[in-house]
Structures are given as structure tokens and as C-alpha cells.
């Protein structure tokens, strides 16, 4: 309980440094905020373009999608096989979102969509930021052609 401020629920002064921090914060990323979009978006549509020209590769995020996610999916290998591999070689990636990771089924989010079920559960969600790089995606394309060579169904 606190005085008379904030409604009696918490005594004391506001967290002035905190606040400070946090503004400039957020007038950083603003400030980068179409630099970061169009960076993560050329990231974007290539590693899309790589994964449509790839045998069985489906790239799974709506065409208006913002850039800084991308869902895919391959039919050769299922998402749980492709994310340990991937993590063997040091690419992190997630196969569902965090509030449905410790689910068995198939991704609702991609279902509703209206993709298959072998695509659900297929999918990987890469996700981008400012601080990844085109050199990144190159050696996450290697890793995939041999990921899918190792452990891989044949088509």
C-alpha cells in the first residue's frame, strides 16, 4: 500500500531513469524503423525466393505479411526433425508459438490459413531483425540443402 499516489497502490517516486531509458528507447527504433523494415525485408525475399525455387519448400506467410517473420515448411522433413538439426548447426528457428510449443498437434495458426496438415506439421518460423544478415540467410540455405540430404524423405 502506498500514499496518495498511484491510486494508493504504491508509495514512492516514479522510476525516472527507467522512464528516460525507455523513451529514448523508442525514439531510436523509430527513428531505424524504415531503415530495419527495408534491411529485413531484402533478408526476407530472398531466403522466399530460395525456399519457392527449393523441391517441396512452401513458403507459408501471407504474400502481405511484414517482413520481420517468415513461415515455411518442406515436405521432405517434419518441423521437430528440422529444428533439432538446425539447432545442431547453430540456426535458431521456432516451430510453433510459444503459447502452443508443448502441443502435439499440428500448428492452428497454419490450418487456418488454409494450408495442409503435412505443412503444419512441417512449418518453421524464421524470424528477423535489424542485426541479421544477408550472409546469415546464405548459410541457413546451405544448412537446409543439408539438413534435407541427411534426414530428408526423398520427394
Not at 525507455?22 to 525485408?41: F, G, M, N, P, S
Not at 507459408?60 to 529444428?83: C, G, K, M, R
Not at 503459447?99 to 528477423?128: G, M, P, T, W, Y
Amino acid at each position: 500500500f502506498g500514499g496518495q499516489q498511484e491510486q494508493g497502490l504504491r508509495g514512492g517516486t516514479e522510476n525516472a531513469p527507467a522512464n528516460i531509458a525507455l523513451a529514448k528507447t523508442i525514439r531510436l527504433a523509430l527513428e531505424e524503423q524504415e531503415k530495419t523494415y527495408d534491411h529485413v525485408k531484402v533478408i526476407r525475399d530472398s531466403l522466399k525466393a530460395w525456399v519457392e525455387s527449393f523441391p517441396g519448400g512452401h513458403v507459408l506467410s501471407p504474400e502481405d505479411a511484414l517482413p520481420y517473420i517468415l513461415n515455411i515448411s518442406f515436405d521432405q522433413i517434419t518441423s521437430e526433425v528440422l529444428l533439432n538439426a538446425l539447432d545442431e548447426k547453430g540456426i535458431c528457428v521456432s516451430a510453433k508459438s510459444t503459447c502452443d510449443s508443448r502441443s502435439s498437434q499440428a500448428s492452428e495458426v497454419i490450418l487456418a490459413l488454409n494450408h495442409s496438415k503435412k505443412d503444419a506439421s512441417h512449418a518453421i518460423r524464421l524470424s528477423f531483425s535489424k542485426d541479421n544478415t544477408l550472409e546469415e540467410a546464405k548459410q541457413f540455405m546451405q544448412a537446409m540443402k543439408e539438413i534435407v540430404e541427411n534426414y530428408g524423405l526423398s520427394l
